[in-house]
């Protein structure tokens, strides 16, 4: 299972409907959230998102639409008893306010932090689990600002089940085989595990690029992926407005999935001016057809 | 018109349809908040609270329940274009707080703030405006929190109409009669005010007692007001556990309301592992009858 899960779409200026920006990304048993807006916790309770399995936080910058519910979730998930570590990758500057927060409320947590800071020097991989590989690339946008690549590396082998029977090998090996072992038959046959099975199936590649003005300097990270995350602040009238204020219209963030060669786009993080929606979708299906609006609550299968 | 609307009634811990603590009073023209708990901005909105109006702030203590929403709520009010000076009080860390906050997002407010430090040693009068004093006093909790103490005087001479009638005085002077201007006729006679007016009504006092174990050190500042607000965290079979959290129960509010001669109580920082509210009523009204939840959205008349 590799899906994002909306929690908040929209920009600075929160809406009674529209919530700042923050994603879940599920990879098989572990969570990772990608930004935190204010009011992300109750958006979790909301679209019954289980807090237990959040392993992985993921603050692009600190503009307080990423990150001003970050400081509450972590309060509460001490406070609801949470005792597995939580690794949480920012701007320097996160740790410091954080800890800040925490001194001035006497709070001590109840599980491990391990914070690790985006710094534009180190850009590249930060997490490598047993099937998930994220990294992270500097987007441009007024204050530091990063965008993440989540790849889902199948790991296990496909078994090709003709080809294992015939060689007598029980299905209660097959997890085994799947992990990559060979076979040792009774009869003195050592079975390779390249005889019966096949290579993982490719992985898949989910980028999520955070707060940006338009730049080709995405192209790389976005090469070709699953899908690709991409703010429409604007319409493409306000193209000029957008770049003012580093944001990105509708037409942009089409036209870079386009030249990505990506296989799908979700597009958010729209101006809270804009009631109606579906005027973006107009906009970016021209060019990329294979675009859909983020939908606070919807799961999107990568 | 001095009043009272609660935006959040719950603890520590958001659920669904309870927010944290955060309460608007209002006073004439001015609006004043009264902490401000993740996602206030929001609760402003849905109970369509004048923004503009606001001109007060006040942060009793800071757990995060109290204050996570104000940096979102001050930034919101910046990118709003409001211009009107906005005054704040809390414990003096908060300042570094936000300005880190807003360091960190480049941020430059597009109006003056002015923050004043609550300290142990300063406690008394903060705001001092033309109908509205606002006091402060320290409470018994886990880190410094303070109360306050809200006192509308009433600035306006009350006409006798009679009187004013029987000296001739038209009614297009009666504005500047109610601020305690003599009448000069043209006849030469002088009507002393204080012919035709009576003094001005009795003020009102609104007690905000924050959060805080039970102690009668708050006697003196909550004695004879027209409303209290005191926090039942938990009912009453908790009380061993409310001590130790450096909060109170139904019948402790109940019983510091009482002692207190107070016209009226409300309660509110329900713990969120009550759904149902009305126990915390059964168990207050018996100490002290006139008591009421304090429900999200509701305006309590002071």
Same mark, same amino acid.
């Given at each position: 299972?590799?899906?994002?899960?909306?929690?908040? +779409? +929209?920009?600075?200026?929160?809406?009674?409907?529209?919530?700042?920006?923050?994603?879940?990304?599920?990879?098989?048993?572990?969570?990772?959230?990608?930004?935190?807006? &204010?009011?992300?916790?109750?958006?979790?309770?909301?679209?019954?998102?289980?807090?237990?399995?959040?392993?992985?936080?993921?603050?692009s910058?600190?503009?307080?639409d990423?990150?001003?519910?970050? /400081?509450?979730?972590? +309060?509460?998930? #001490?406070?609801?008893?949470?005792?597995?570590?939580?690794?949480?990758?920012?701007?320097?500057?996160?740790?410091q306010?954080?800890?800040?927060?925490?001194?001035?409320?006497?709070?001590?947590?109840?599980? &491990?932090?391990?914070?690790?800071?985006?710094?534009?020097?180190?850009?590249?991989?930060?997490v +490598?689990?047993?099937d998930?590989?994220? #990294? %992270?690339?500097?987007?441009?946008?007024?204050?530091?600002? %990063?965008?993440?690549?989540?790849?889902?590396?199948?790991?296990?082998?496909?078994?090709?089940?003709?080809? @294992?029977?015939?060689?007598e /090998?029980?299905?209660?090996?097959?997890?085994?085989?799947?992990e990559? @072992?060979?076979?040792?038959?009774?009869?003195?046959?050592?079975?390779?595990?390249?005889?019966?099975?096949?290579?993982?199936?490719?992985?898949?590649?989910?980028?999520?690029? @955070?707060?940006?003005?338009?730049?080709?300097?995405?192209?790389?990270?976005?090469?070709?992926?699953?899908?690709?995350?991409?703010?429409?602040?604007?319409?493409?009238?306000?193209?000029? !407005?957008?770049?003012?204020? %580093?944001? #990105?219209?509708?037409?942009?963030?089409?036209?870079?999935?386009?030249k @990505?060669?990506?296989?799908?786009?979700? /597009?958010?993080?729209?101006?809270?001016?804009?009631?109606?929606?579906?005027?973006?979708?107009?906009?970016? !299906?021209?060019?990329?057809?294979?675009?859909?609006?983020?939908l &606070?609550?919807?799961?999107?299968?990568?």
């Amino acid at each position: 299972m590799f899906a994002v899960t909306i929690l908040g +779409n +929209n920009s600075a200026l929160p809406t009674l409907d529209r919530h700042p920006t923050a994603q879940v990304v599920t990879c098989n048993d572990s969570l990772l959230l990608v930004d935190c807006g &204010e009011g992300t916790q109750v958006q979790i309770a909301r679209y019954k998102i289980r807090r237990s399995r959040l392993k992985y936080i993921f603050i692009s910058h600190l503009h307080g639409d990423h990150y001003f519910g970050l /400081i509450g979730l972590i +309060n509460t998930l #001490s406070l609801l008893g949470r005792q597995d570590p939580l690794y949480l990758f920012g701007p320097p500057e996160l740790e410091q306010i954080l800890k800040l927060q925490m001194e001035c409320a006497a709070t001590s947590l109840q599980f &491990e932090m391990h914070f690790t800071p985006l710094l534009p020097e180190n850009q590249g991989i930060i997490v +490598n689990d047993k099937d998930l590989q994220v #990294s %992270y690339f500097a987007t441009r946008h007024r204050i530091p600002c %990063y965008g993440f690549v989540f790849d889902m590396q199948k790991r296990k082998r496909r078994i090709v089940p003709e080809q @294992a029977r015939a060689y007598e /090998i029980p299905a209660a090996y097959f997890s085994q085989l799947a992990e990559g @072992a060979d076979y040792q038959r009774k009869d003195g046959v050592l079975v390779k595990n390249d005889w019966v099975t096949l290579p993982p199936a490719p992985g898949k590649k989910y980028v999520y690029c @955070a707060d940006t003005m338009y730049t080709e300097e995405l192209l790389p990270y976005a090469h070709q992926a699953d899908l690709v995350y991409h703010e429409t602040t604007y319409l493409h009238n306000l193209a000029e !407005r957008a770049a003012e204020r %580093y944001h #990105s219209t509708s037409v942009q963030a089409a036209t870079l999935a386009a030249k @990505a060669e990506a296989k799908r786009l979700i /597009i958010g993080h729209f101006s809270s001016k804009y009631t109606e929606l579906t005027p973006f979708l107009e906009e970016c !299906r021209p060019v990329f057809p294979n675009t859909d609006l983020a939908l &606070e609550g919807a799961t999107y299968i990568i």
